[in-house]
Nanobody, 116 residues
Framework: QVQLVESGGGLVQPGGSLRLSCSAS????????MGWYRQAPGKARELVADITTGGRANYADPMKGRFTISRDNAKKMVYLQMNSLKPEDTAVYYC??????????WGQGTQVTVSS
């Protein structure tokens, strides 16, 4: 069984930065595709970025150039560095693991609020 725990959310001013972390327990982390998603009030959950087992990253267009996803397979961690934050980045951010064996596994989410 795998569990994901996000941390690092909070309140930040426009233009500021935050770094989210996701810690995974259990096995098969190194074999899993990891991703960050977000859900704003009244909106559907959307992909922010994901990263393959080999470290290849993919970003949704609004995040390109501002966000960076990374992973540390040895520590079973995935990170999301968010720079130049905008009010429209306000959402609950979720970590997701996907593997062929486990399917989708979600964390509980962490709130990010961008406001002056």
């Amino acid at each position: 069984q795998v569990q994901l725990v996000e941390s690092g959310g909070g309140l930040v001013q426009p233009g500021g930065s935050l770094r989210l972390s996701c810690s995974a327990s259990g096995s098969d982390f190194s074999l899993a595709l990891m991703g960050w998603y977000r859900q704003a009030p009244g909106k559907a959950r959307e992909l922010v970025a994901d990263i393959t087992t080999g470290g290849r990253a993919n970003y949704a267009d609004p995040m390109k150039g501002r966000f960076t996803i990374s992973r540390d397979n040895a520590k079973k961690m995935v990170y999301l560095q968010m720079n130049s934050l905008k009010p429209e980045d306000t959402a609950v951010y979720y970590c997701k693991l996907y593997s062929g064996l486990l399917g989708d596994v979600w964390g509980q989410g962490t709130q990010v609020t961008v406001s002056s």
